[in-house]
């Protein structure tokens, strides 16, 4: 994207926002403001942080389960039985079933 719409249009002044680090520095007021309160308030930065816990918490997650079921897939083609991998990548049987299928 590298500036390429960084204009003096609408989206070109909200791309700058967005890529800017200091609030000061932004067009739109309502975004600058929550950009203040996110990165000076104690609050906002308390909730930033647990609102990154909660991203990372759910990427890894998501993660684990696919990971899971590509072993799953793996293991089935191998000709282990359900419940040996459903044990092996710690999910319950009904939910390896639907990913061999």
């Known amino acids: ?45 308390n909730e930033m942080y647990r609102t990154m816990d909660e ?13 899971a079921e590509l072993t799953a897939i793996n293991l089935r083609k191998l000709g282990l039985p359900l419940e040996q991998i459903a044990h092996a990548v710690g999910f319950h049987v009904e939910k390896v079933e639907k990913w061999v299928k």
Request: hydrophobic content about 25%.
């Open 1 to 45: 994207m590298n500036g390429e719409y960084r204009d003096d249009s609408a989206i070109g002044k909200l791309m700058h926002d967005f890529n800017c680090a200091d609030a000061d520095d932004m067009h739109y007021g309502l975004l600058a403001e929550r950009t203040r309160y996110l990165k000076e308030n104690s609050k906002g930065v």
């Open 55 to 67: 991203v990372e918490k759910e990427c890894y997650e998501e993660g684990r389960e696919t990971q």
